[in-house]
């Protein structure tokens, strides 16, 4: 008989899926500490004293936290494996429950919470947009105080939808993709990524919440990153040196 995984604080969450990161710390009064970072980074690690810098304004060291919450993507490569390698380890450390939460959940709580926009009905979450396709991720809600709920399952799309209220997309967004928005009256909308968005999801993450898009583990090293296709420095590492297939795709 399985055992509910119960989320407690203080809970770490790692935000890196895209240009822009951070990270944030619930404690175990509720109060937000957060910390923004710049995200996949090659030359500076702002990430690792990022963290250490937001566990001391909350007057906690790593192995005191209960939970360890991480976007799973789709996101940037680099970033997503550094912050999934990060909360592998931190939580393993500390004997932590691990939230893996995905990026269009992130985005939509981010930039569409019920503070922050009147939008109901039908949204669209897109991103990887390449080669024709894009990872498309529905939500829905009936009043703009209810959350949003995930609905059907997100997957690779070739056209875009456009029976929907709203899209969010980034500025790598394919144009006839936006065009075809555009013309159906649809707004699209900037995400955000906010590590203190993702942090109050995962709190928010037990089987009775309905938030069954969201992973709650107790062993960290089974989160994946969720990539739609192969990685491009995957794919060209293939090209150059004939290597067998990495990481996890979906």
Known sequence: MSVERVIER??????????????????ADGVEHVRMVAGGRRDRDDFLPAIDSVCSAAGIRPRDLKSVAVDLGPGGFTGLRVSIAAAQAIAEAAGATVVGVPAADVAITSTLAAEASELVGEVAVIAATRNGSGWQSHFTRGASSSNWRIKGVPGLQESPTTDVDGVLADDHLMENWRTAFEDAG???IEPRFDPAALARLALEATSTSE????????????????Y????????LWRVTRGGPHLGHYQ
């Not at 203080?10 to 404690?27: K, Y």
């Not at 938030?211 to 969720?226: G, K, M, N, Y």
């Not at 739609?228 to 794919?235: I, M, N, S, T």
């Open 228 to 235: 739609p296709r192969v990685p491009e420095a995957v794919r």
């Open 10 to 27: 203080p809970l770490l969450a790692l935000e890196l899926s895209q240009r822009q990161g951070g990270v944030a710390v619930i404690d």
């Open 186 to 188: 649809i707004p699209v």
């Open 211 to 226: 938030r069954t898009d969201v992973v709650v583990a107790s062993d960290p090293a089974t989160l994946r990153p969720i």
